[in-house]
């Protein structure tokens, strides 16, 4: 099955969160054949007690594992967006920044278990320092 991975901004905020959510049920409703996962919601550590960090480290992982990402919110100026922009791109994950991409994407693409077999065995696995990494190369593109 497909997997769709909603990056929209967070930073612990509620009201975020319930946007998110909203969204990744609207999706869900658009797209019945497609698993649609929102970090915010799937990653159950306490986000105030969590460092920066190792919380990302873990949406990163789950990233690691969806063949569309899709942007969501004001994105570009989110640091967790950006980083998760970043990491897509390297691992070659279809972008998508609006409903009429991820529709363009499934009729498009063919998205095969090999393909996927073979990101997740050949990309970089997930871990602090790397994590580290990437957030400081996404400060740097960064929207203020």
Same mark, same amino acid.
Not at 63 to 77: A, N, Q, T
Not at 104 to 124: P, S, T, W, Y
């Given at each position: 099955m497909i997997t769709l991975y909603v990056s929209h901004p967070y930073g612990g905020k509620e009201e975020n969160a319930i946007e998110a959510s909203m969204i990744a049920a609207d999706l869900q409703q658009k797209f019945p054949n497609i698993a649609v996962i929102s970090p915010i919601h799937a990653?159950?550590? $306490?986000?105030? /007690? =969590?460092?920066? $960090? &190792? /919380?990302?480290?873990? =949406?990163?992982? &789950? &990233?690691?594992?969806? $063949?569309?990402?899709?942007?969501? /919110?004001?994105?570009?100026?989110?640091l967790g967006c950006t980083v998760e922009q970043l990491q897509s791109k390297y691992m070659g994950i279809y972008q998508t920044f609006s409903v009429e991409d991820i529709q363009?994407? &499934?009729?498009?693409?063919?998205?095969?278990?090999?393909?996927?077999?073979?990101?997740?065995?050949?990309?970089?696995s997930v871990d602090i320092n790397y994590t580290r990494d990437l957030i400081e190369k996404a400060k740097g593109l960064l929207k203020t």
């Open positions: 990653i159950r550590s $306490d986000y105030a /007690g =969590t460092p920066y $960090d &190792l /919380g990302l480290s873990y =949406t990163l992982e &789950l &990233l690691r594992r969806s $063949d569309i990402i899709y942007f969501s /919110g004001d994105w570009k100026y989110s363009q994407a &499934l009729n498009e693409r063919v998205f095969r278990e090999d393909v996927k077999r073979n990101r997740l065995f050949n990309c970089h």
